[in-house]
């Protein structure tokens, strides 16, 4: 169990939330460590764990696994914005839970529009791919700095000369005909990532023999860096969502993503600008200072890799470390909490929505 940053996580299952008066009551259960986690139930636990924590205290919460809220508590949570996001072991988000949202009719429906507008789907989508493009090919550039190995330090080279390509390529495209360019975006993503992952294992200094990657797999997660960023990709989501959502806007329709059923396709679209520069990076850094190790990862038959208990409660409180760390906005030439930055590029694309400014301007830090 953790608090960190206004967000409770909680990632034993069989926890239990409570309500008296103002106040979360958290009970979460104490197993055996010798306990199978199939058999961790209410009655196998040998001890309890209680915490009480003012419902001002919090923005959100995550539940990792089968932990119940009572109805009283999610009433509280209700009552005052803070939003219940429940997610499977791995980090899969299911389903969110909030109160009747204070939001903006008009932005929303200037948010509607712009997604049944193939050409203004298709610049905003530009945007976030060039951005994307932009942070990936710094971290490649960083990495091939301080990579030691001449011919590893090529590859690097190469591969992020291919990304400065693609970003070319993107600014290249005709905006009053961008309408029929969304297929050639996508391509765009799409070779640019496998540029990106093709020299991934490069970036790594240390154990890369445990966390080999040879290609991006999801649902499962078939090796460990894979489980490693698909965990970390879920807690970005959540932030997302919670900055999409405070701005007004509508998390599950998007520009980039195709919409389906269940699937935040605009969290999805706001956590490409994020993804090298905060999870990938961390995740680098982590393995790279051994703070996460084969020993916080488990292989369930079929060949799907999981974080083992420990390892996600490692990972949560890395990740909530970063977010605590401060850095400038090139937009606003302001310095905030990296916590913040979902939040204000939320508001970015809401300005951009509402016709303030002529473009939605992605994160690219400096």
């Known amino acids: 169990m953790n608090i960190q940053q206004n967000t409770l996580y909680l990632t034993t299952a069989g926890s239990y939330v409570g309500r008296d008066h103002l106040t979360l009551q958290v009970e979460v259960p104490v197993y055996p460590p010798d306990l199978p986690p199939e058999k961790r139930t209410h009655e196998a636990a040998v001890d309890w764990r209680r915490l009480s924590i003012p419902i ?9 696994g089968a932990s119940t809220i009572s109805p009283p508590a999610l009433d509280l949570c209700w009552e005052h914005g803070v939003a219940v996001n429940f997610l499977s072991e791995n980090g899969y988000f299911m389903a969110r839970m909030t109160g009747v949202a204070d939001t903006s009719v008009m932005l929303r429906r200037a948010q509607f529009r712009a997604a049944d507008d193939p050409a203004k789907c298709a610049a905003i989508a530009r945007q976030i791919i060039a951005g994307k493009l932009q942070n990936a090919r710094t971290s490649l550039l960083r990495a091939a700095r301080e990579n030691g190995n001449d011919a590893e330090s090529q590859r690097l080279q190469e591969a992020t000369d291919s990304l400065a390509r693609q970003i070319r390529r993107l600014e290249a495209l005709e905006i009053s005909s961008l309408r ?26 240390q154990q890369r023999d445990a966390f080999a990657f040879t290609t991006r797999t999801r649902r499962p997660p078939r090796d460990r860096i894979n489980c490693l960023l ?13 900055a999409l959502t405070a701005a007004g806007l509508d998390p599950f329709v998007g520009f980039l ?7 935040p396709s605009l969290a999805l679209d706001l956590m490409e600008e994020f993804r090298p520069w905060l999870a990938d990076r961390l995740a680098i850094t982590l393995i790279n200072r051994q703070q996460i190790g084969p020993e ?20 949560i ?3 909530q470390e970063r977010k605590q760390e401060s850095l400038t906005h090139p937009l606003l030439d302001q310095t905030l909490r990296i916590a913040q930055m979902p939040y204000v590029q939320a508001r970015v694309l809401a300005r951009h929505l509402r016709s303030d400014v002529p473009d939605y301007v992605p994160l690219v830090p400096r």
């Open 180 to 205: 029929s360019h969304m297929d050639e975006i996508r391509g765009a993503e799409g070779m640019a990532g496998q540029t990106y992952f093709s020299v991934f294992t490069l970036m790594l200094k």
């Open 257 to 263: 993503h195709a919409d389906r059923p269940n699937r």
């Open 296 to 315: 916080h990862f488990k292989q369930r038959e079929g060949g799907a890799v999981e974080l083992t208990e420990t390892g996600r409660k490692l990972v």
């Open 317 to 319: 409180k890395a990740y």
């Open 230 to 242: 698909s965990f970390l990709y879920a807690l970005l989501r959540h932030d997302c969502i919670a």
């Open 56 to 64: 001002h205290h919090l923005e959100s919460i995550c539940v990792f």
